[in-house]
């Protein structure tokens, strides 16, 4: 499998962003935000960002997405962020631990669900074919000399979690050697769309509004550990006064603590409900919030939804 030289060029574009903004040492531009982003909230993010402007026209927002783990890395090693997302709250702890973001950061902003995706046009969330079980040989639609796709899950959250459904499935033996591994879901996204995979395993957030991309198969939440994305302000300096919620940092861009509350208001989280997001995570899955209109019912709610991953964060 080749990889698309436009892929690569806009990876490294997106992991480096930063190093030509200033040192987070120098005097800050007030108006002006830099978000570390999970690549999987490109559109809501992007959406959120525009909506934000429109309102607030003298702040310039500039959004970095790439692996979670990547940018933790970066923000650990001095990056300029004023605002980590992320979709696996392992590397906001690993961020927390070392005085980068406030103590009580928001760990169940949004929610997400893996699918099976392959070519194809769009499927509405309300009609998936089927639900993938220990009986769905995904194996079979591979032919001899091809490979699927997914994030890394040495690296990327989302092929973490997908691993952990193919192994909870009986599957991951089968199909492991066959993993053309991707730097992050929605690079995964993109090589099934362009036809360079049959298929592979990625947010439902990132294949359902597409008409390159169908949905193949969900696959139940309870075959791994929950997909949850997590908000933190990042604290410049060595301390970390405050509550993490954009209350008392010492040095925290005002208009990033603004931005990071817009994000978690009613019409920030409706933009993600809209893209398919759950939201309104505080007293369950979705806490009785309508998700959007292309959403399908959530109600269905697993008993092990609150589980946090064990171990640490994939390197």
């Known amino acids: ?4 030289p436009f892929i690569v060029s806009l990876s490294l574009v997106l992991v480096s962003l930063w ?65 980590y997302a992320t979709a696996d709250n392992q590397w906001a702890h690993y961020l927390a631990e070392r005085g980068h973001i406030g103590p009580d950061w928001p760990s169940r902003w ?7 995706i392959g070519p194809g046009v769009e499927l509405s969330m309300a009609t998936l074919p089927y639900t993938l079980t220990q009986t769905t040989a995904l194996g079979d639609l591979l032919g001899a000399d091809e490979r699927w796709v997914m994030g890394d899950p040495d690296h990327v959250p989302a092929g973490r979690y997908g691993k952990q459904a193919l192994e909870s499935l009986g599957q991951w033996d089968d199909l492991r050697d066959r993993l053309a ?30 008409d390159e991309i169908s949905i193949i198969a969900s696959i139940p939440r309870h075959h791994h550990a929950p997909i949850h994305y997590g908000l933190a302000l990042v604290t410049p300096g060595d301390g970390r006064p405050g509550d993490g919620n954009g209350n008392g940092e010492a040095g925290v861009n005002p208009y990033a ?59």
């Open 257 to 315: 603590a603004d931005f990071f509350r817009f994000l978690q208001s009613d019409e920030g989280l409706d933009i993600f409900a809209n893209l398919g997001f759950i939201t309104r995570l505080d007293g369950g899955f979705d806490n009785g919030h309508q998700e959007g209109p292309k959403d399908r019912a959530k109600n269905d709610l697993d008993s092990g939804l609150d589980r946090e991953p064990k171990g640490g964060p994939v390197e």
């Open 181 to 210: 591994p991707t730097q992050d879901a929605l690079t995964a996204t993109a090589f099934v769309a362009q036809g360079a995979a049959p298929f592979g395993i990625s947010y439902v957030t990132d294949g359902v509004f597409t």
């Open 110 to 116: 949004l929610g997400n669900e893996l699918v099976v």
């Open 19 to 83: 190093p030509g903004l200033p040192a987070r040492g120098a005097e800050p531009d007030q108006a002006e935000i830099l978000v570390f982003a999970a690549s999987s909230l490109l559109p809501g993010l992007d959406e959120a960002r525009d909506r934000y402007h429109q309102a607030n026209p003298q702040v310039t927002i500039r959004i970095a997405y790439a692996a979670s783990s990547s940018l933790a890395r970066q923000i650990a090693a001095g990056a300029p962020a004023h605002l």
């Open 1 to 4: 499998m080749r990889l698309s």
